[in-house]
């Protein structure tokens, strides 16, 4: 079996992605997601559609606010995405390599200058999950701590992935989204 190993950068697009898997987390997130703004759009149409018919501002408002809200909710995160990429713009231009083993993984991440590399191992019980999203492979060290390891710096295709992770990784530590 081959150990999964993998080697890139993770972009602004990556991380972007990882807020909004973080916002509703979990096994069947992307359908959370689209459930929340279906609720949403059903919602304040319906308001806008009885403010209509009563002729009530009000609630016509109140259904264009919730639009509006919803809007700016997405454009501030992503917009709040590039600014942090753009703080922390040495790490995010820094090479990311991750290899994992029987025991747990290796991560380094590798600067311009090589004195500034950084190198970490971690064992798989010191974990508090890794997630397998369709893009992305989300490694929780701690409930904030994340590692993010897009799928297309994989060097093993995503289901040799998965198989290697369910042989030496807890059943309960690892999440398979969909």
Known sequence: MKAIKACGYVTPKDYSAYLKFNLLKGRYYRYKVVAVLLSLTILSLALVFMGIIRQNTSLV????????????????????????????????????????????????????????????????DELEAIYLAPKAMYIYIEKRSVIVVPKRNLEITPPEAVAFL???LPAQKLVLCV
């Open 61 to 124: 408002f109140a259904g264009g606010a919730i639009v509006l809200c919803s809007l700016m909710f997405f454009y501030t995160v992503n917009n709040n995405v590039k600014k942090i990429c753009n703080k922390s713009a040495k790490v995010i231009r820094a090479k990311q390599r991750v290899e994992f083993g029987k025991n747990g993984f290796a991560f380094e991440l590798m600067f311009d200058n090589p004195e500034e590399n950084e190198y970490s191992e971690i064992f798989y």
């Open 166 to 168: 369910r042989k030496y």
